[in-house]
């Protein structure tokens, strides 16, 4: 009686209700609409069951999740619903459709929304870098401007370089190009290169320019691109009472050109040099960085700070000016000297619950370096008895363990097999003690800092340790930039740079305003929950690292996207109704 009861609450349909299973639409209502065994079934009226197919069709067309297919289909029903209101304002609106429907007879209203691929190409050749340089910077600008009212710009302002390349491939014209093809495979190489300046803690895009990886026009610049880039930014952030103690760029920035101008003060010469930024950037090593970062660790006396110098190259002497003289030679009297800083830190990229101190790291190679040195006479030893071992065996060749490939399985001698994995052993214990040096190793960063004219570091350590850490926040500009190619990148295959860059500058105001708009959700959202909220404090803490990681599904790129597109296709609607009056 009971499996008669389970049976009967719970029966399944039977196959000659199959027949609606034919068609697509149907087999989704007929599944979603059975009965659930452990759950009560919800209420679904016909047109539910339809919108549930909806969005099961849409996910399986755009190979998304159900919120980017409910995006897209709220879009459409937003566009069909402000159309009919246009048409409805209309004195006649029977007419007005009528028209509209002539009027896209040809095509079917397929050009409603869109242009050829021509018409786009040629009205992004007209724009002009500069025009589109000075959009973005307008762009930055009303953002801050914004944020300020809304309190959630800092005070501060530290200033990220960063270079981003785009690449293109085709037949190679001559020596200066750097696109072709080789054979019939492609070849992609760098051929237009943008400099990125971005403003930390909050990342935004505050201005970029673009030109050619071109050798031949390396000693003709008046000044580099990627200082007069700084200086113009500078002058912004100064002009908008934000102080900007330091600059950050990665390995490529290890310029002696960008230090000069941190020694000097000439990145705005109208201020005091106290004032002039420093530049921070990883020390670039030549040779083995992992033996060189090994011996420091290993002698307890090397300093943390320590003072280095950079030779200035030939062609770069002509920015100083007169500044120049006041620097050392090297022995040879051949080369002018920069000095700078040299910082090791240990766990810069630390996540604040394991960062360890230098003199940890030391004590921790003290005892790597034991367990090396034990590792390796433990194997010798093993080895040497192997070795022994297949001597005194006749008709057979002393021969050492492959440490590499499969263990061998087959012995005649059970003492043969004992020293066989002994030998396994030692080597693995080897290993172990290795790996714990490579990763030690790699825990250890050195920092190259700018001094100041006449500067010591002597008293300075703790301020430089802090700029130091400071780095760590720079990250932020590789995630933006994986933004930008992921979500926000217009591709093509023009080689012209003005297109290329337009392209580019578009993708970073895109990036720029999907930013803003979730910082402002985030800062509603925070001020709800804790009415004396405030982004920042003195120490300049990282406010997407700490807010926008608690905050992380409130806007997607995908759904800013999406709400964007339904404006603009709002707007076509509007335009096209509009017309035909």
């Not at 969005?55 to 566009?79: H, N």
């Not at 500078?234 to 760029?249: A, E, F």
């Amino acid at each position: 009686m009971v499996s008669s009861r389970k049976s009967k609450k719970y029966q399944t349909p039977k196959k000659s209700q199959d027949t609606s299973l034919q068609k697509g639409l149907g087999s989704i209502q007929y599944l979603v609409s059975t009965k659930r065994t452990k759950r009560k079934q919800p209420h679904n009226s016909p047109m539910t069951l339809t919108k549930i197919s909806n969005i099961l069709l849409m996910q399986m067309y755009t190979r998304g999740s159900p919120q980017k297919a409910e995006g897209l289909l709220q879009e459409a029903g937003k566009l069909i619903y402000y159309f009919s209101k246009e048409i409805l304002k209309n004195n006649s609106p029977e007419d007005t459709l009528k028209d509209f429907v002539k009027r896209h007879k040809h095509d079917h209203g397929r050009k409603l929304f869109t242009v050829s691929p021509s018409t786009l190409t040629n009205n992004l050749k007209t724009i002009r870098q500069n025009d589109a340089d000075i959009a973005l910077s307008l762009q930055a600008a009303s953002i801050q401007e914004n944020l300020q009212k809304q309190g959630l710009w800092s005070s501060q302002n530290i200033i990220s370089v960063d270079p981003t390349d785009t690449y293109y491939h085709g037949k190679y014209r001559n020596q200066f190009h750097n696109w072709g093809i080789t054979g019939q495979k492609s070849t992609y190489k760098r051929c237009y290169k943008e400099l990125t300046t971005f403003s930390s803690p909050n990342q935004f895009i505050m201005g970029s320019t673009i030109a050619p990886v071109l050798s031949k026009n390396k000693k003709s610049r008046s000044l580099p691109l990627w200082i007069s880039q700084i200086q113009g930014l500078l002058r912004d952030s100064i002009s908008n009472k934000q102080d900007v103690p330091l600059l950050m760029g990665d390995r490529e920035y290890y310029s002696s050109l960008g230090m000069a101008f941190s020694y000097f003060g000439l990145w705005l010469p109208e201020i005091r040099l106290e004032d002039n930024p420093r530049l921070l950037c990883p020390t670039k090593h030549w040779g083995d960085n992992a033996i060189k970062k090994w011996k420091f660790l290993l002698d307890p006396n090397a300093p943390k700070i320590s003072v280095h110098t950079m030779e200035i190259e030939h062609y770069q002497a002509k920015f100083l000016g007169d500044a120049l003289q006041r620097l050392p030679k090297n022995p040879k009297k051949t080369r002018f000297l920069i000095p700078v800083s040299q910082v090791a830190v240990f766990d810069a990229y630390g996540n604040g619950h394991r960062i360890e101190s230098l003199d940890w790291g030391r004590i921790q190679v003290q005892k790597i370096e034991t367990q090396i040195h034990k590792a390796k006479n433990y194997l010798h030893v093993m080895e040497t008895k192997y070795l022994q071992f297949q001597q005194q065996q006749p008709k057979k060749s002393p021969q050492l363990p492959k440490y590499k490939g499969k263990k061998r399985r087959v012995f005649k001698d059970k003492r043969e097999k004992i020293f066989y994995y002994k030998c396994l052993a030692a080597h693995e214990s080897l290993q172990r003690a290795l790996k714990k040096k490579t990763n030690l190793i790699k825990r250890l960063m050195f920092f190259t800092l700018s001094l100041r004219e006449n500067e010591s570091i002597v008293g300075k350590e703790e301020e430089f340790l802090i700029l130091i850490r400071y780095y760590h926040q720079r990250w932020g500009i590789e995630n933006a930039f994986k933004d930008l190619r992921g979500k926000f990148w217009i591709r093509t295959n023009s080689r012209k740079p003005s297109a290329r860059h337009v392209r580019y500058i578009l993708s970073c105001m895109m990036y720029n305003a999907w930013h803003f708009r979730r910082l402002m959700r985030i800062g509603r959202l925070a001020k709800q929950f804790e009415k004396s909220w405030k982004p920042y404090d003195e120490q300049l803490l990282p406010f997407r690292k700490k807010y926008e990681r608690q905050f992380r599904p409130i806007l997607t790129a995908q759904r800013f996207i999406l709400e964007e597109m339904g404006i603009s296709l709002k707007f076509c609607l509007k335009q096209a109704v509009t017309c035909i009056e």
